[in-house]
Protein backbone atom coordinates (compact mmCIF):
# COMPACT_ATOMS: atom_id res chain seq x y z
CA UNK A 1 0.00 0.00 0.00
CA UNK A 2 1.50 3.05 -1.15
CA UNK A 3 0.34 6.96 -0.09
CA UNK A 4 -1.42 9.01 -2.62
CA UNK A 5 0.22 12.07 -1.91
CA UNK A 6 4.63 11.05 -1.90
CA UNK A 7 4.14 7.33 -2.81
CA UNK A 8 6.09 6.10 -0.12
CA UNK A 9 5.67 2.44 1.36
CA UNK A 10 2.97 2.40 3.99
CA UNK A 11 1.96 -0.28 6.61
CA UNK A 12 -1.86 -1.72 6.80
CA UNK A 13 -3.57 1.24 8.46
CA UNK A 14 -0.54 3.57 8.82
CA UNK A 15 -1.10 7.32 7.64
CA UNK A 16 1.45 9.10 5.81
CA UNK A 17 3.18 12.07 7.86
CA UNK A 18 2.83 14.13 4.65
CA UNK A 19 -0.40 14.00 5.76
CA UNK A 20 0.01 15.88 9.20
CA UNK A 21 0.20 19.43 10.00
CA UNK A 22 3.21 20.28 9.68
CA UNK A 23 5.71 22.68 11.64
CA UNK A 24 5.34 25.12 8.94
CA UNK A 25 1.51 25.20 9.31
CA UNK A 26 1.97 25.01 12.83
CA UNK A 27 3.54 28.27 12.67
CA UNK A 28 1.99 30.20 10.72
CA UNK A 29 -1.32 29.74 13.12
CA UNK A 30 1.19 31.00 16.16
CA UNK A 31 2.84 33.60 13.81
CA UNK A 32 -1.32 35.11 13.09
CA UNK A 33 -1.93 35.01 16.88
CA UNK A 34 1.25 37.18 17.91
CA UNK A 35 0.60 39.72 14.96
CA UNK A 36 -2.70 39.94 16.50
CA UNK A 37 -1.33 40.11 20.02
CA UNK A 38 1.62 42.27 19.10
CA UNK A 39 -0.71 44.66 17.06
CA UNK A 40 -2.85 45.06 20.41
CA UNK A 41 -0.06 44.98 22.56
CA UNK A 42 1.28 48.30 20.78
CA UNK A 43 -2.24 50.11 20.78
CA UNK A 44 -2.13 49.34 24.50
CA UNK A 45 1.48 50.83 25.28
CA UNK A 46 0.42 53.99 23.37
CA UNK A 47 -2.37 54.29 25.05
CA UNK A 48 -0.95 54.00 28.49
CA UNK A 49 2.10 56.12 28.25
CA UNK A 50 0.79 59.20 25.86
CA UNK A 51 0.32 62.73 28.11
CA UNK A 52 -3.09 63.45 28.97
CA UNK A 53 -6.39 63.58 30.77
CA UNK A 54 -7.57 59.99 30.99
CA UNK A 55 -10.55 58.08 33.16
CA UNK A 56 -10.15 54.81 34.51
CA UNK A 57 -12.66 52.05 35.45
CA UNK A 58 -10.43 48.84 36.97
CA UNK A 59 -10.40 45.98 35.18
CA UNK A 60 -10.92 47.94 31.73
CA UNK A 61 -8.14 49.98 29.63
CA UNK A 62 -7.78 53.73 30.23
CA UNK A 63 -9.75 55.94 28.25
CA UNK A 64 -7.82 59.54 26.83
CA UNK A 65 -10.02 62.06 26.81
CA UNK A 66 -10.03 64.72 23.96
CA UNK A 67 -12.21 68.07 23.88
CA UNK A 68 -14.04 66.64 20.42
CA UNK A 69 -15.20 63.31 22.21
CA UNK A 70 -18.03 62.49 24.40
CA UNK A 71 -17.41 59.51 26.37
CA UNK A 72 -20.92 57.73 27.36
CA UNK A 73 -21.18 55.23 30.55
CA UNK A 74 -23.59 53.09 30.80
CA UNK A 75 -24.92 49.27 30.52
CA UNK A 76 -25.96 49.50 27.15
CA UNK A 77 -23.77 48.17 23.91
CA UNK A 78 -23.91 51.56 22.77
CA UNK A 79 -21.83 53.63 25.09
CA UNK A 80 -18.14 54.12 25.23
CA UNK A 81 -17.47 52.87 28.86
CA UNK A 82 -19.93 49.41 29.14
CA UNK A 83 -20.69 48.59 32.71
CA UNK A 84 -22.84 45.57 32.73
CA UNK A 85 -23.77 45.65 36.77
CA UNK A 86 -27.40 45.89 37.45
CA UNK A 87 -27.03 48.64 39.30
CA UNK A 88 -26.08 51.07 35.70
CA UNK A 89 -28.91 52.34 34.12
CA UNK A 90 -28.71 51.33 30.25
CA UNK A 91 -26.98 54.88 29.35
CA UNK A 92 -26.10 56.55 33.02
CA UNK A 93 -23.78 59.30 32.69
CA UNK A 94 -21.49 61.25 30.07
CA UNK A 95 -18.05 62.92 30.12
CA UNK A 96 -16.77 65.75 28.29
CA UNK A 97 -15.46 69.18 27.46
CA UNK A 98 -16.94 71.86 28.34
CA UNK A 99 -15.81 75.17 26.41
CA UNK A 100 -17.46 77.59 28.84
CA UNK A 101 -16.15 76.63 31.75
CA UNK A 102 -12.64 75.13 30.42
CA UNK A 103 -12.48 72.03 31.73
CA UNK A 104 -14.06 68.10 31.80
CA UNK A 105 -17.69 67.16 33.28
CA UNK A 106 -19.61 64.28 33.78
CA UNK A 107 -23.31 64.81 34.20
CA UNK A 108 -26.21 62.58 35.01
CA UNK A 109 -28.26 61.52 32.32
CA UNK A 110 -31.39 61.01 34.75
CA UNK A 111 -30.55 57.75 35.82
CA UNK A 112 -32.17 55.47 38.26
CA UNK A 113 -28.47 55.49 41.03
CA UNK A 114 -27.14 58.59 40.48
CA UNK A 115 -23.93 59.46 39.88
CA UNK A 116 -21.61 60.68 42.81
CA UNK A 117 -17.91 62.24 43.09
CA UNK A 118 -15.83 62.04 45.79
CA UNK A 119 -18.63 59.92 47.57
CA UNK A 120 -20.88 63.06 47.05
CA UNK A 121 -24.34 63.10 44.75
CA UNK A 122 -24.11 65.13 41.63
CA UNK A 123 -26.44 66.42 38.74
CA UNK A 124 -23.12 67.75 36.77
CA UNK A 125 -19.53 68.65 37.93
CA UNK A 126 -16.53 70.17 37.03
CA UNK A 127 -13.83 67.07 37.20
CA UNK A 128 -10.28 68.13 38.45
CA UNK A 129 -7.29 65.83 38.45
CA UNK A 130 -7.62 62.81 40.95
CA UNK A 131 -11.52 62.88 41.24
CA UNK A 132 -13.44 59.96 41.78
CA UNK A 133 -16.78 59.25 39.57
CA UNK A 134 -18.70 56.46 41.23
CA UNK A 135 -21.21 54.65 39.04
CA UNK A 136 -23.38 51.97 41.10
CA UNK A 137 -20.79 50.14 42.27
CA UNK A 138 -18.10 51.04 39.85
CA UNK A 139 -15.13 53.41 40.79
CA UNK A 140 -13.44 56.06 37.51
CA UNK A 141 -10.63 57.82 38.34
CA UNK A 142 -10.72 61.01 36.03
CA UNK A 143 -6.50 61.83 36.45
CA UNK A 144 -4.13 63.58 34.10
CA UNK A 145 -0.78 62.21 33.15
CA UNK A 146 2.26 64.43 32.52
CA UNK A 147 5.05 62.04 32.89
CA UNK A 148 5.13 58.06 32.05
CA UNK A 149 8.09 57.46 33.60
CA UNK A 150 6.19 58.51 37.28
CA UNK A 151 3.54 55.92 36.50
CA UNK A 152 0.92 58.47 37.49
CA UNK A 153 -2.05 56.16 35.52
CA UNK A 154 -1.32 53.57 38.23
CA UNK A 155 -0.97 55.64 41.28
CA UNK A 156 -4.87 57.72 40.16
CA UNK A 157 -6.11 53.93 39.56
CA UNK A 158 -9.04 53.96 41.49
CA UNK A 159 -7.78 50.27 42.41
CA UNK A 160 -4.99 51.53 44.43
CA UNK A 161 -6.12 54.47 45.54
CA UNK A 162 -8.33 53.24 48.27
CA UNK A 163 -5.20 51.12 49.63
CA UNK A 164 -3.32 52.86 52.23
CA UNK A 165 -1.02 50.13 53.61
CA UNK A 166 0.86 47.45 52.40
CA UNK A 167 -0.94 44.49 53.89
CA UNK A 168 -4.15 46.57 52.70
CA UNK A 169 -2.55 46.23 49.06
CA UNK A 170 -1.95 42.34 49.07
CA UNK A 171 -5.13 41.95 50.75
CA UNK A 172 -6.67 43.32 47.58
CA UNK A 173 -4.79 41.79 45.31
CA UNK A 174 -5.40 38.25 46.60
CA UNK A 175 -9.37 39.33 46.70
CA UNK A 176 -8.79 39.78 42.40
CA UNK A 177 -6.72 36.82 42.03
CA UNK A 178 -9.57 34.64 43.85
CA UNK A 179 -12.10 36.02 41.33
CA UNK A 180 -10.17 33.86 38.84
CA UNK A 181 -12.72 31.10 40.36
CA UNK A 182 -16.28 31.96 41.39
CA UNK A 183 -20.01 32.07 40.56
CA UNK A 184 -21.57 33.86 37.68
CA UNK A 185 -24.52 35.22 40.29
CA UNK A 186 -21.88 37.51 42.09
CA UNK A 187 -19.19 38.21 39.26
CA UNK A 188 -20.02 39.64 36.42
CA UNK A 189 -18.46 37.17 33.56
CA UNK A 190 -17.72 40.32 31.58
CA UNK A 191 -15.40 42.04 34.15
CA UNK A 192 -13.64 38.07 34.64
CA UNK A 193 -13.05 37.86 30.92
CA UNK A 194 -11.45 41.98 30.79
CA UNK A 195 -9.39 41.33 33.77
CA UNK A 196 -7.68 38.30 32.51
CA UNK A 197 -7.50 39.85 28.85
CA UNK A 198 -5.68 43.18 30.47
CA UNK A 199 -3.37 41.12 32.54
CA UNK A 200 -2.60 39.66 28.65
CA UNK A 201 -2.58 35.93 30.29
CA UNK A 202 -2.10 32.52 28.60
CA UNK A 203 -5.20 30.04 30.35
CA UNK A 204 -8.28 27.79 30.30
CA UNK A 205 -11.66 29.13 31.41
CA UNK A 206 -13.80 26.26 32.26
CA UNK A 207 -17.53 26.96 33.22
CA UNK A 208 -20.42 24.68 34.32
CA UNK A 209 -24.53 25.05 34.05
CA UNK A 210 -25.89 22.56 35.33
CA UNK A 211 -25.48 19.68 33.59
CA UNK A 212 -23.83 21.97 30.93
CA UNK A 213 -20.17 22.94 30.62
CA UNK A 214 -18.18 25.66 28.41
CA UNK A 215 -14.47 26.43 27.62
CA UNK A 216 -12.74 29.73 26.54
CA UNK A 217 -8.64 29.59 25.64
CA UNK A 218 -6.18 32.68 26.22
CA UNK A 219 -3.26 33.21 24.77
CA UNK A 220 -1.38 36.41 25.65
CA UNK A 221 -4.95 37.56 26.96
CA UNK A 222 -6.49 37.11 23.60
CA UNK A 223 -8.89 34.61 22.88
CA UNK A 224 -8.20 31.90 20.42
CA UNK A 225 -10.77 29.54 20.56
CA UNK A 226 -13.95 28.74 22.58
CA UNK A 227 -16.50 25.90 23.02
CA UNK A 228 -19.90 24.81 24.45
CA UNK A 229 -22.51 22.06 23.28
CA UNK A 230 -22.07 21.50 19.56
CA UNK A 231 -20.55 25.06 19.38
CA UNK A 232 -17.09 26.37 18.75
CA UNK A 233 -15.44 29.70 17.80
CA UNK A 234 -17.36 32.86 18.24
CA UNK A 235 -20.64 31.84 18.14
CA UNK A 236 -19.79 29.20 21.16
CA UNK A 237 -18.55 32.76 23.11
CA UNK A 238 -22.12 34.59 22.16
CA UNK A 239 -23.58 31.64 23.84
CA UNK A 240 -21.84 31.34 26.83
CA UNK A 241 -21.87 35.05 27.14
CA UNK A 242 -25.89 34.65 28.04
CA UNK A 243 -25.23 32.14 30.74
CA UNK A 244 -26.12 34.19 34.08
CA UNK A 245 -25.91 31.59 36.57
CA UNK A 246 -23.42 28.97 37.16
CA UNK A 247 -19.50 28.66 38.02
CA UNK A 248 -15.83 29.37 36.37
CA UNK A 249 -12.40 28.56 37.00
CA UNK A 250 -9.16 30.22 35.34
CA UNK A 251 -6.62 27.39 34.69
CA UNK A 252 -3.32 29.36 34.15
CA UNK A 253 -1.24 28.11 30.90
CA UNK A 254 -3.34 25.26 30.04
CA UNK A 255 -3.95 25.99 26.25
CA UNK A 256 -6.17 24.60 23.18
CA UNK A 257 -4.36 23.34 19.83
CA UNK A 258 -7.60 24.91 17.94
CA UNK A 259 -7.10 28.39 17.17
CA UNK A 260 -11.39 29.60 16.29
CA UNK A 261 -10.74 33.01 16.92
CA UNK A 262 -9.03 36.10 17.06
CA UNK A 263 -11.46 38.70 17.53
CA UNK A 264 -10.41 42.11 19.72
CA UNK A 265 -12.28 40.93 23.48
CA UNK A 266 -13.94 44.44 22.95
CA UNK A 267 -15.35 43.62 19.96
CA UNK A 268 -16.74 40.35 21.09
CA UNK A 269 -18.15 41.61 24.40
CA UNK A 270 -20.36 44.47 22.31
CA UNK A 271 -21.51 41.67 19.66
CA UNK A 272 -22.68 39.52 22.71
CA UNK A 273 -24.52 42.63 24.53
CA UNK A 274 -26.34 43.31 21.11
CA UNK A 275 -27.25 40.03 19.97
CA UNK A 276 -28.52 39.40 24.25
CA UNK A 277 -30.70 43.05 23.48
CA UNK A 278 -32.04 41.80 20.56
CA UNK A 279 -33.43 38.39 21.90
CA UNK A 280 -35.33 40.41 25.01
CA UNK A 281 -36.79 42.61 22.72
Known amino acids: MKCANCGRELSPGENCSCNRPTEKNKRSVSSLIEKVVSRRSDRKVERKNAPGIYIECFPFPPIRLTKHNEIYVGRGPENDLILTSNDVSRRHAVIKWCDEKSCYTVRDLNSHNGVTVNEELIEEYQLQDQDIINIGANDISFYKMEDPDKKAAMKSSSFFKTVSTKADTKELLEKFRDTLRGSLGILELSSVL ?88
Open 194 to 281: QMIAGEEKNGHMELSEDNDTASIFFVNGMIIHSEVEDLEGPEAFFKIMEWRVGNFEFIPNETSSKTTMSHDLQFLLLEAARRIDESNK
